[in-house]
């Protein structure tokens, strides 16, 4: 598909995924930080143009077959996204600086002690090099809770002062459809506006891919000790 329609430029944890299945329900095909779960999600191409805005990305490669985006690393490969699709809208999806905070801490940040075979998969690589190194100027890391609430204000205000009024819409978390349609020229649809990926809903798919991923590792453990005796 591509070139990109919608460009998200909101941190994740501030309602993308719920933004992700809105678009979807108005006709987008989006791209988000969970595609790189699938086959072919190119996750590496994106970290290499994370790590090099230098060099020219083949973004038109990246998103083939979307044409809207969200989440990371979207959100911070705005700025040559947008001259590259000059004609896409933004879309800044905002909360409450404490509110994402806790949210972080509670999902992403957890993810950070996982096992390696699990940091390795092609999302996980993804949060390493992008969500987490992006605080890589930050003492502490991501423990430094002011500082990354700071660098979440900063980057909120960044795209309110880089982004034309008129191409930008910053949207509340849980706001809903009406200014979302208005802004796209979309009919409001008669259903509920979309509540995915809470907290709750991250901790529950964390628990079935632990339970998933360690039942066969942990047979093997067993299967080989009794081998060996």
């Known amino acids: 598909m591509a070139p990109l329609k919608i460009i998200g430029a909101g941190y994740g944890r501030t309602g993308t995924d719920s933004l992700r299945v809105a678009l979807d329900m108005l006709g987008y095909k989006t791209h988000h930080r969970k595609t790189f779960n699938d086959e072919g999600g190119r996750a590496d191409m994106f970290i290499e143009a994370y790590e090099h805005p230098e060099e020219e990305a083949d973004f038109d490669y990246m ?13 911070v490969l705005l700025e040559p996204l947008m001259l590259k699709y000059p004609d896409a809208k933004v879309i800044l999806t905002v909360r409450d600086p404490n509110s994402w905070y806790r949210s972080m801490a509670n999902t992403i940040f957890r993810k950070r002690e996982r096992p390696k075979h699990l940091l390795d998969r092609p999302k996980s690589r993804v949060s390493r090099r992008v969500v987490l190194d992006g605080a890589r100027d930050i003492p502490g890391m991501f423990e430094d809770e002011e500082a990354i609430k700071q660098k979440f204000i900063q980057h ?11 191409r930008l819409l910053v949207m509340e978390l849980g706001e809903g459809w009406t200014r979302l349609c208005r802004f796209l020229d979309k009919p409001k649809p008669v259903v509920a506006y979309p509540h995915v990926n809470t907290t709750a809903d991250v901790h529950a798919k964390m628990a079935k891919v632990d339970k998933e991923l360690y039942q066969p590792l942990a047979c093997t453990a067993v299967l080989s000790s009794a081998i060996a005796e």
């Open 63 to 75: 998103y083939e077959d979307f044409d809207a985006a969200l989440d990371w690393p979207t959100c």
């Open 156 to 166: 909120n205000e960044w795209v309110k002062t880089f982004v034309a009024p008129e």
